[in-house]
């Protein structure tokens, strides 16, 4: 038996300074104890698209065989790949073609893998890399800021320099979509609604890869909005949280959380919000339309797969979403071309929710003729929920979006959420060093020279000090200012420098702030 899955943890000490992906050898693995010393790691690449510090991805491959001669009966080996990166894709791709010859031929072999990765150059966003490893090339593209989710471009024909390439992925990090849904697809907007207001979800599925793929699909289906609370793909009970998340003294966390072993059904029976997956369908079969159930309802070990909960929804049922996908498996058509409907979907209900919400937080900007170079920029407005849904009425959802319901109630609800506050921070971080770097170029238009010649000298000593800790902070905090404004602010400061006492110039030049 072999299996893939994805699990993500918090940081531990075996990790190594700098690393932002290791490939681990695992000696005999068994389900009581995941993780094991590494034996040596090696560096990936060091990327800052998506890391998330306060985690890591493990990517596991992992292979039984029957052995009536172990305790057991079975050898269990795996090879863990761990990654700050939710690459899944890659590093899943990579993993079925390292792992069956590595537990063949061992250490010797994952060396040779490691050799090959040395090789690889730089990730550049948005360029085309060629990745050797073990004989083969792997043709990829990271993603930018600027892509859209679904619609990363890759060369998939192979033109006559390409002749070495093996194969082209079409993508690094998302899962196939429509496949992880495909059980619960009548229910993908219900599904979408719960990921959005951050409620506490269980998936429970027979396998990890099963559990782990679904976990991420849930994550993926509210982009470009980033889930800003936590997700186990993989979660055992073994997990440090346990016994937090399984208590029923208090409400469950805002988490995701994939599940296999069937104790969860009890431990996990109080969540509000269990989504049950059976079996994955092969491309054709029509699921079944199955009803949403009461979280009453759920057994302990023979349930059947569904969505329990008493959960309901804001907005009125997209029907022909789900008609488009029902007729899509009747006509066999790809599962690829199936998660490219579904995800174009998702982003288009997403993008329909979030553009009302930025164009109210952008008018809490100032106005640039506010800024002056003599006064501390100013502050970002309040956001005020009243005044939000005020600008629904003729600036809401309804101008990009057919669907009715209550979308009054459903920013409500996400205003309260981790996800709001996520976006929030994020959008109150980037406007404020908008504001910054426009406090910048205002400095820089002004003939500072001449201001400091009308000023004393404690005044003029003052303001270079400013000037250097604006310096600063534009690295430190990697302000959107353009390098020609920043040596300009840099050529004022020693212009005034100049202009003072020989003695007060030493100082000034020493000093880095």
């Not at 490219?340 to 930025?358: K, M, N, Q």
Request: aromatic share 10%.
């Amino acid at each position: 038996m072999v299996r893939t899955g994805a699990c993500r943890c918090s940081p531990g000490t075996v990790s190594r300074p700098g690393c932002t992906a290791c490939v681990w050898w695992a000696s005999t693995w068994s389900w009581a104890r995941p993780w094991r010393k590494p034996i040596f790691a090696i560096c990936l690449f060091q990327i800052l698209i998506q890391k998330d510090p306060a985690y890591y991805y493990g990517y596991v491959y992992f292979r039984q065989v029957r052995d009536k001669s172990l305790k057991r009966g079975y050898f269990q080996k795996s090879l863990v790949l761990i990654s700050k990166l939710p690459y899944v894709h890659l590093f899943r791709t990579m993993l079925k073609q390292i792992a069956p010859e590595y537990f063949e031929k061992s250490e010797a072999f994952l060396e040779a893998v490691c050799s090959d990765v040395d090789r690889w150059p730089p990730p550049a966003p948005g360029k085309i890399l060629h990745l050797p490893i073990m004989g083969i090339i792997m043709k990829l593209r990271i993603p930018t800021y600027r892509d859209k989710p679904g619609t990363t471009p890759i060369v998939q024909n192979m033109h006559q320099g390409d002749a070495q390439i093996s194969m082209a992925l079409p993508t690094v990090h998302e899962v196939d979509l429509f496949r992880c849904f495909c059980p619960v697809f009548f229910h993908i907007q219900m599904l979408w609604e719960l990921v959005l207001l951050g409620e506490p979800l269980v998936v429970m599925a027979p396998s990890p890869s099963e559990s782990s793929e679904t976990v991420l699909a849930l994550v993926s289906c509210i982009s470009p909005l980033k889930y800003c609370s936590d997700f186990r793909p993989y979660f055992t009970i073994h997990d440090s949280e346990f016994k937090e998340y399984t208590t029923r003294t208090q409400a469950p966390p805002s988490v995701i959380l994939g599940v296999t072993n069937p104790f969860f059904a009890k431990t996990l029976q109080h969540w509000p919000h269990i989504i049950r997956i059976g079996d994955i369908k092969l491309p054709g079969e029509v699921p079944k339309q199955v009803k949403v159930k009461k979280l009453k309802n759920l057994k302990t070990l023979d349930s059947k797969p569904g969505v329990y909960t008493s959960y309901k929804p804001y907005l009125n049922k997209d029907e022909e979403i789900v008609k488009q996908l029902q007729k899509g498996v009747q006509q066999k058509r790809p599962t690829e071309a199936q998660s490219v409907i579904l995800r174009r979907y998702f982003l288009e209900l997403t993008e329909s929710f979030i553009i009302p919400l930025e164009r109210y937080v952008a008018s809490l900007m100032p106005l640039q003729k506010c800024i002056s170079p003599w006064k501390s920029p100013p502050q970002l407005r309040q956001f005020s929920q009243d005044d939000f849904m005020k600008t629904l009425e003729k600036a809401g959802p309804q101008l990009t979006s057919g669907l009715k319901g209550d979308w009054i109630g459903l920013y409500r609800h996400f205003l309260k959420s981790p996800n709001f506050d996520g976006w929030f921070r994020s959008r109150q971080k980037e406007m404020t060093q908008k504001l910054e770097a426009l406090h910048l170029e205002a400095l820089c238009n002004e003939n500072l020279v001449f201001w400091s010649q009308k000023h004393t000298e404690v005044e003029t000593v003052d303001l270079v000090l400013k000037l250097k800790n604006k310096l600063l902070q534009a690295d430190r905090e990697q302000l959107p200012v353009k390098t020609e404004t920043l040596k300009k602010l840099q050529t004022h400061i020693n212009d005034i420098i100049l202009a003072l006492p020989d003695d007060l110039q030493d100082i000034l030049l020493k000093t880095g702030t």
